[in-house]
Each structure stands twice: as structure tokens, then as C-alpha cells.
């Protein structure tokens, strides 16, 4: 998962001078993964119900949202270096109102306040539906709001899953959450601690979310969860797998294209694997996060699988998709990871050859049992990242070009911004592919020739 953030910096504080701020509208600064881009637009489609319009840039805005990312330290020192820059802003301007949701809301609240004193609320993941009213509330009177509560999951049925709102706005593309949380409390992940315990949404809600979403120009939906394939527990109705899930969705007609993001390696079965070969609408690309290739560090990751289940899953994935694109993330530098384990993590991307991977640096999340254990040095690190980084670039290349001379199909999202005449979109393996036509070609379905590769994709013409 990506992440994404447009700083303020100081030099700009002055362009907050010759702004005032226009009443009713608002600017979400978001950081992090795929959820937080949807819970933020969420909150947009919240504000709008209370007369709120977006604004065209952070510097007019009454509200300012930070929807906040813990993941790793990079996008928390963000957030705060934004907040300290907005609390210039808020002591000259009193009318803005300024706001800070998601995962680092959740864990340090208390911090945030301290170093952000103006701020006026405060809110964890779970009270993204409250946002209007707190905004409403606070239009009325300023005083500072917080709300912090994580759903609980007692017993084994789950009743506090958050109702969403759907966007009227066609939107070819949209995620859809489909589960809550995380149970399975790998040591270096401050995800369970921040989105609380693992909750599936209904399967009915889900289906007509997607009904409504088709209905208005949704032709490609990806479903979202931490561990996405481990849906369908403590449901009322029972259990449903995963697997069943995809296939409900794929009935909905108007619904081209299926992906989702991320599975948990140990859940991902024969059955899903079936249902990718057998399902048109699924599509041929899978993101599973292997984080280490090396059976010591996956056990002290806590991470339920061995680097042999891996390649297992891997295998019969190939054996029975062919063509099917596999990509995943890793983490260099966890705790004690010697050189040596370090050599078998590149050793195996080497052999299973991933079409693509997000490589991070370790990060100690305070309260993970990781951030406890003996730390690998900064600079190490640094170097495993760049030599992980050298040898993937040079898979993926290789990767992308094992397609030329082949027909894939795209959906296509819209012009180019990088080549003139060319529009872009993604091959049903998730590759970004760049094409010349002479027409309009946005929100089609269309088949392309492979012609060159490039380490971010591919450029192709039309057959
Ligand atoms: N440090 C570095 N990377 C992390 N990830 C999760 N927690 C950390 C951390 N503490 C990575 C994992 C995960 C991805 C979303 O972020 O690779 O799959
Ligand atoms: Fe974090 Fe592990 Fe859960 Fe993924 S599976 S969200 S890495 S605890």
C-alpha cells in the first residue's frame, strides 16, 4: 500500500496570509493505505450531506482534515510537521476549523494535543461517520472534541460494522471495504492496535453497496480488508468465504472487473485460487505479502506461514493461472536479521520472481513487540533496502518484458499525462500500460499489443 501527502511547507504558511478561509468548505490531507483513502472520501461524501463543498487547495479551506497513517514513522513525522505548520494558521485564523482522524489519531491522541493545542478534534478510525456532526457541533461552538473507541468484537458475532455512503459521482474505479481490523498481530505491525480487532462486513451490505456502485458507473470494484481472504467470520449469517464472496460480486452486472487487497498467505486456498482461473471478472493478479524470506525472521514477525507454504501457494497459483502476475511487499531490517537472513530473502524474490514488490525499511512501532527487540542499524538497513530495491527493478523489467508481442486487455482510465495523444490504464495482471489512440477510448474495455517495456509498465498499441 501507498502513501501520498502534499506538505505545507513553511515558505506556504504565507500563502494561508493572503487566503481567507471560504465558510463550508474543506480539504482532507491523507496519508497511508488504500482504507484511509476511502475512509477520507467517506468523510467527504459526510461533509457534503452538511452543505460542505471540497476546496480547490488546502489554503481556503474552514476545514482541514488530516486523516493520518502509523504504519511506519515516515508518515506520522508528516502529519505532525503539517500540524505544527496548521497550528500557526489556526492561532491567526480563528475560523478554521482544523481536524485529526485515522490511524495515528487513534494511538496518540494525547500527543497530538499536547504538540497541536489548537487543534479542535480529535477522532480514531472508528468514528469516521461522526465527522458531520462534530463539524456541525463545533460551527456552533468551539470546543475541542475527542472520540477514540474501537469497536469491540464480544463473543463471536459482530453488530457495530459503520453503514457507508455511496458516491453518486461516476467512479470507474472504487474500493470497497469489506473487513475491519486485523487478528493476526504480526510483531511489527501497530495495525490491530490502531483498527482494532478483525470485523467482516455483511455480505448483503457488501452486494448492495456494489449493486449501487454499478448502477453508477462502477465498472471495476477492489475489495479492501487487512487480510482480506480471512473474511467472512463472526458473520450472523454465518460463515462465508471468501471465494463465495467473489463470485456473489461477480453476478452483479455492470461489475467488469474484480480485485483485492491484501490476502494473508496462509488463507489463500485452492478454492480462491479456482475461483481466479475459473471467474472472468477476478482478476489475474495477486498481492501477497511474503515480508521475509527467511523462515527465523517470518517466525519472529509472527507471520503464520514458512518461506516452503509460500513458494507452495506460489506454485500451484502458476500452475493453475498461468500468466497469473504476483507481486507482495517486504520488510528489511526487522529486528536481529542477520546478513545471512537477509541473502535468503533476496535469494528467494530471485527465485519466485514477483512482477512487482513495496520494500520498507523496518520501522519500530512503539507498543509491537517488535520495537522491544534488538534494533538492526540504521544504516544496514539502508543498504539491504537498496540492494532488495536494485535486484526487484531489475526483476520487474524483465517481468514486464516477458509481455511484448503479447494481447492484453485494459480498462481504460483517461489520458496520459506523461505522452501526448495517449491514454493509460491498467492490464487485468495490474500493469500500467500506455497506448496512442486517435478517439476516445475512457471507461472501455479494449485490447492492446504489448510493444515495449518499462520498469513502471508497459507502452502498447491498439490491435
Ligand atoms: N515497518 C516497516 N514496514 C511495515 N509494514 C507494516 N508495518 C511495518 C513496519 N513497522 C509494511 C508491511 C505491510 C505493508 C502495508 O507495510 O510490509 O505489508
Ligand atoms: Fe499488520 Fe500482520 Fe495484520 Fe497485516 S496481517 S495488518 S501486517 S498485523
Same mark, same amino acid.
Given at each position: !500500500? *501507498?502513501?501520498? *501527502?502534499?506538505?505545507?511547507?513553511?515558505s506556504r504558511i504565507q500563502n494561508f496570509k493572503n487566503h481567507d478561509c471560504i465558510p463550508s468548505t474543506y480539504f482532507i490531507q491523507t496519508w497511508g493505505c488504500q482504507m484511509n483513502v476511502e475512509d477520507s472520501e467517506q468523510i467527504g461524501l459526510y461533509l457534503n450531506q452538511i452543505g460542505f463543498k471540497p476546496s480547490k487547495d488546502v489554503y481556503s479551506a474552514q476545514l482541514i482534515i488530516l486523516n493520518t497513517c502509523s504504519v511506519r514513522k515516515k508518515p506520522e513525522d508528516k502529519a505532525f *510537521? !503539517?500540524?505544527?505548520?496548521?497550528?500557526? %494558521?489556526?492561532?491567526?485564523?480563528?475560523?478554521?476549523? /482544523?481536524?485529526?482522524?485515522?490511524?495515528?489519531?487513534? %494511538?496518540?491522541?494525547e500527543e497530538i494535543r499536547k504538540r497541536a493545542p489548537l487543534v479542535d478534534f480529535v477522532v480514531g478510525t472508528a468514528q469516521i461517520s461522526e465527522i458531520s456532526q462534530i463539524v456541525e457541533n463545533l460551527l456552533e461552538k468551539r470546543t475541542f472534541y475527542t472520540s477514540l473507541n474501537l469497536p469491540e468484537r464480544k463473543g463471536s458475532i459482530v453488530s457495530d460494522i459503520p453503514q457507508r455512503q455511496v458516491d453518486r459521482n461516476a467512479k470507474l474505479k472504487t474500493f470497497v471495504p /469489506?473487513?475491519?481490523?486485523?487478528?493476526?498481530?504480526?510483531?511489527?505491525?501497530i495495525v490491530p492496535a490502531t483498527r482494532g480487532r478483525e470485523r467482516s462486513r455483511p455480505t448483503v451490505d457488501i452486494i448492495d453497496e456494489i449493486k449501487k456502485l454499478a448502477d453508477h458507473g462502477t465498472k471495476e470494484v477492489t475489495l479492501l480488508g487487512q487480510t482480506v481472504n480471512s473474511y467472512g467470520k463472526n458473520l450472523a449469517e454465518g460463515r462465508v468465504p471468501f471465494s463465495e464472496l467473489l463470485l456473489k460480486v461477480a453476478e452483479i452486472s455492470g461489475i467488469e472487473r474484480i480485485r483485492y487487497t491484501s490476502p494473508y498467505p496462509r488463507d489463500f486456498k485452492t478454492d480462491l485460487i479456482e475461483v481466479i482461473r475459473d471467474c472472468p471478472k477476478v482478476m489475474e493478479h495477486v498481492h501477497m505479502p511474503l515480508q521475509a524470506g527467511n523462515n527465523t525472521v517470518l517466525k519472529r514477525m509472527r507471520r503464520l506461514y514458512t518461506v516452503e507454504s509460500f513458494k507452495e501457494i506460489v506454485d500451484e497459483l502458476r500452475s493453475t493461472v498461468p500468466g497469473v502476475s504476483i507481486t507482495t511487499d517486504i520488510i528489511v531490517g526487522f529486528p536481529e536479521e542477520t546478513e545471512e537472513q537477509f541473502q535468503d530473502t533476496l535469494s528467494m524474490m530471485d527465485e519466485i520472481r514477483f512482477d512487482g514488490a513495496f520494500m520498507f525499511?523496518?520501522?519500530?512501532?512503539?507498543?509491537?513487540?517488535?520495537?522491544? !527487540?534488538?534494533?538492526?542499524?540504521?544504516? /544496514?538497513?539502508?543498504?539491504?533496502?537498496?540492494?532488495?530495491?536494485?535486484?526487484?527493478?531489475?526483476?520487474?523489467?524483465?517481468?514486464?518484458?516477458? !509481455? %511484448?508481442?503479447?494481447?492484453?486487455?485494459?480498462?481504460v482510465e483517461g489520458p496520459s499525462p506523461k505522452i501526448?495523444? *495517449?491514454?493509460?490504464?491498467?492490464?487485468?495482471?495490474?500493469?500500467?500500460?500506455?497506448?496512442?489512440?486517435?478517439?476516445?477510448?475512457?471507461?472501455? /474495455?479494449?485490447?492492446?499489443?504489448?510493444?515495449?517495456?518499462?520498469?513502471?509498465?508497459?507502452?502498447?498499441s491498439l490491435t
Open positions: !500500500m *501507498s502513501s501520498s *501527502s502534499v506538505l505545507i511547507r513553511p *510537521s !503539517m500540524l505544527g505548520e496548521l497550528s500557526i %494558521i489556526k492561532g491567526r485564523d480563528q475560523d478554521r476549523i /482544523i481536524g485529526v482522524c485515522g490511524c495515528m489519531a487513534q %494511538i496518540r491522541a /469489506i473487513q475491519y481490523g486485523c487478528d493476526k498481530f504480526c510483531t511489527y505491525c525499511k523496518y520501522s519500530p512501532r512503539e507498543g509491537t513487540p517488535g520495537a522491544e !527487540m534488538v534494533q538492526v542499524d540504521q544504516k /544496514i538497513k539502508e543498504r539491504r533496502l537498496d540492494d532488495l530495491i536494485h535486484l526487484q527493478n531489475q526483476i520487474t523489467l524483465e517481468k514486464n518484458r516477458e !509481455m %511484448i508481442g503479447k494481447n492484453i486487455e485494459i480498462l501526448l495523444n *495517449s491514454y493509460q490504464g491498467y492490464s487485468r495482471e495490474f500493469k500500467l500500460v500506455h497506448f496512442l489512440a486517435g478517439r476516445e477510448l475512457t471507461n472501455q /474495455i479494449i485490447n492492446v499489443q504489448c510493444e515495449k517495456a518499462h520498469p513502471w509498465g508497459l507502452e502498447a
